[in-house]
């Protein structure tokens, strides 16, 4: 499985970012596809993913501002990032697992958020 993340960039405080995940392989199921990111010096945190119900699960500090969406038909996920704030500002990642096992990451794309 391979993740391809794109769609970062520097944007100013109160802007939007739309991030794009653009899946291939075989065996993975776009549902199972969430958002993390890592902000300098920080843990790597969970952004956003599904639910099992296919809604869109977000995070407290992110919820309201970002939307998860899918196109199954190109296996891609996307990130919908409005009102922006500087400590949005991290590398974001794309990630699944696979049979509880297989850990996959992307390379990542940086947002950049300024003040």
């Known amino acids: 499985v391979q993740l391809v993340e794109s769609g970062g960039g520097l944007v100013q405080a109160g802007g939007s970012l739309r991030l794009s995940c653009a899946a291939s392989g075989s065996g993975f199921s776009i549902n199972a596809i969430d958002w993390y990111r890592q902000a300098p010096g920080k843990q790597r945190e969970w952004v956003a993913g599904?639910?099992?119900?296919?809604?869109?699960h977000y995070a407290a500090s992110v919820q309201g501002r970002f939307t998860i969406s899918r196109d199954n038909a190109q296996n891609t996920l996307y990130l919908q990032m409005n009102s922006l704030k500087p400590e949005d500002t991290a590398v974001y990642y794309c990630?699944?697992?696979?049979?509880?096992?297989?850990?996959?990451w992307g390379r990542g794309t940086q947002v950049t958020v300024s003040s």
């Open positions: 599904f639910t099992v119900g296919g809604n869109g």
């Open positions: 990630h699944t697992v696979m049979r509880g096992i297989w850990v996959y």
